[in-house]
């Protein structure tokens, strides 16, 4: 029995975890209330522990404090997502209780991981019970239970695991949104596994990586000594993926393509992706053309005459995996991470979104710094924080519009030294209401308070499409189906767009609108865009309606109504 865990079998305990929860985030990320295409908690938490492996690859760690403090460091610049945000506290707190410590005994785990729910409740504004954080309290006061009586870590993590998996079972009567879909929490599945992650590192038997979407994009590799000029017709030996919008999405056209640009074609898909592997002389229009039908997850593009040429030279070809010494050398450059730029004005913005329509719209009201992502893809900390950091000023304020941004973006205020100051815009149209009355003469506080008022006169409805069938408070979901949200509710689904729009306006209609704007998305035409415009023009004619190209992924339409 294992009584005490070192350095070496605490990393393997972290990277045995990561690799679980890698290996099932499709699974989690299918917990999503909601049958629309954000369902990414999965992802997002994959993605957060898998920078602290890379930090801990990197770093000796010759202690379990060393380990310990490497992860959460990792982890709090690498958040994404209100999951990712909340992983990172309670790796957060647990580095603080392990302070000091060659070596953990199951009692020091166990209370660990108690400092760590600690600090994730606290850091959380208003907790939700029926979450992570209950599945992870209801799991640490096991384990304490359990070292009153047990001191081995097979006996400590067996019984967390049986607290935890009856704390996630009980996650569908704790949340009404959760009893409504029928689902247990997606954070707190997560943490199950990276807790059964690590008990199979205990057992000695940890979870090894294995290959998921992306890693394995070599395998279509050109042998490049071999080829003669007369063979490189098409230079760039082009390796890409696509997640996909619908599953049964028509690929023909986008195979007549490719090979209208290029041969050695080869489009290997599943249900909810595709890979290509193409040689052709015009990487960037392969790649253009294919976010038509998804969105695009991984690429790798390389030069097939530069590498033969340096072959016969008797030279190492160069190759996407140099790309990896050079991170290396950029992240030596900036050990102390992203620098504070000398502030030359108290006040800065920084905003969150996607699509070139909507940063020119921000950057058009003054914002100082764009971070592109929204749904589906959340950006980390780190980025934000970038960002923050980029802007001359001693106050920054940050507008994530997304709800599952906040948190990420709350965390940069301890990262730096400039004041970060973050209104909680949880769309894009509230972001942008909010900069309507952005004043820099008035006070920082007056300031935050008048751009967070702004953001509730704003009531803003989205239109995308069903990722998957679903049933959701009694309504019948069918993949492919058109669907409204009104302030993240689901309002209706069908199949009929005119019905759609006609549904959001009798929704809005209570609202009184003065001002209706449709920011179209990057898969809607002008004319198509247009025709909705003039359909919320006919029912609302005292409102001023405008219509602007946001090109925006995963929504059709943001409509705003003010």
Do not use: W
Request: net charge negative; glycine share 8%.
């Amino acid at each position: 029995m294992v009584q005490t865990i070192d350095a070496a079998l605490m990393k393997t305990m972290i990277i045995s975890g990561a690799a679980l929860l890698e290996q099932n985030k499709k699974q989690i990320n299918e917990l999503n209330v909601f049958p629309v295409p954000d369902g990414d908690t999965g992802t997002n938490m994959s993605l957060t522990l898998n920078s602290g492996v890379t930090a801990l690859r990197s770093d000796s760690c010759g202690t379990v404090t060393a380990c310990a403090d490497a992860v959460a460091s990792a982890l709090l610049r690498g958040a994404r997502g209100n999951s990712g945000v909340i992983l990172s506290l309670l790796f957060r707190g647990i580095g603080k209780s392990l302070k000091g410590k060659d070596v953990c005994s199951a009692a020091d785990f166990a209370a660990a991981l108690t400092r760590g729910v600690e600090v994730a409740y606290k850091a959380v504004m208003r907790p939700t019970e029926g979450t992570i954080l209950t599945v992870s309290r209801l799991t640490a006061d096991a384990g304490r239970t359990y070292c009153e009586s047990g001191a081995d870590f097979e006996g400590l993590f067996e019984a967390m695991i049986a607290a935890g998996d009856k704390a996630l079972a009980g996650t569908i009567d704790q949340n009404p949104v959760l009893k409504k879909a029928g689902v247990v929490d997606a954070g707190g599945k997560g943490f199950m596994y990276i807790l059964r992650g690590m008990l199979a590192a205990v057992n000695g038997t940890p979870v090894e990586h294995t290959a998921t979407d992306g890693d394995d994009v070599d395998s279509e590799g050109a042998d490049f000594a071999n080829l003669s000029d007369e063979e490189i017709t098409f230079a760039f030996d082009t390796v890409f993926i696509v997640r996909k919008k619908d599953p049964d999405v028509d690929l023909d056209p986008f195979r007549e393509y490719l090979s209208s640009i290029g041969d050695s074609l080869v489009i290997g898909e599943d249900d909810e992706a595709f890979k290509v592997h193409v040689h052709t002389n015009t990487p960037g229009d392969a790649l253009n053309a294919a976010q038509q039908y998804g969105v695009l997850e991984l690429a790798k593009i390389e030069n097939m005459v530069t590498q033969r040429d340096d072959l016969a030279a008797g030279r190492k070809a160069q190759s996407t995996d140099d790309l990896e010494a050079v991170e290396k050398e950029l992240e030596a450059m900036e050990q102390s991470g992203p620098v504070d730029v000398p502030p030359e004005k108290p006040y800065g913005l920084v905003a969150v979104c996607a699509g070139a329509g909507m940063q020119a719209v921000f950057k058009n009201l003054g914002v100082d710094a764009v971070v592109t992502g929204g749904q589906t893809m959340n950006p980390s900390t780190e980025d934000i924080l970038r960002a923050v950091q980029s802007v001359p000023a001693e106050t920054v304020f940050v507008l994530p519009n997304n709800k599952n941004i906040i948190m990420a973006a709350q965390q940069c205020d301890r990262l730096t030294d400039k004041n970060v100051v973050v209104i909680p815009s949880k769309t894009v149209p509230q972001g942008i209401s909010a900069l309507v009355c952005y004043d820099d003469t008035m006070s920082a506080e007056d300031l935050t308070e008048a751009m967070t008022d702004a953001c509730g006169t704003v009531h803003t409805a989205l239109v995308t499409y069903a990722a998957r069938d679903s049933e959701f408070d009694g309504a019948q979901i069918h993949s492919g189906e058109y669907l409204a949200l009104l302030e993240n509710q689901l309002l209706c689904n069908t199949s009929d767009l005119a019905r759609l729009i006609g549904g959001i306006a009798d929704a809005v209609r209570d609202f009184d609108p003065e001002v209706l704007t449709v920011f179209y998305g990057e898969d809607v035409t002008e004319e198509a865009a247009q025709a909705v415009a003039d359909k919320l023009r006919a029912a609302f004619p005292d409102a001023d309606t405008q219509l602007i190209s946001g090109g925006q992924p995963v929504y059709y339409y943001m409509i705003s109504a003010e």
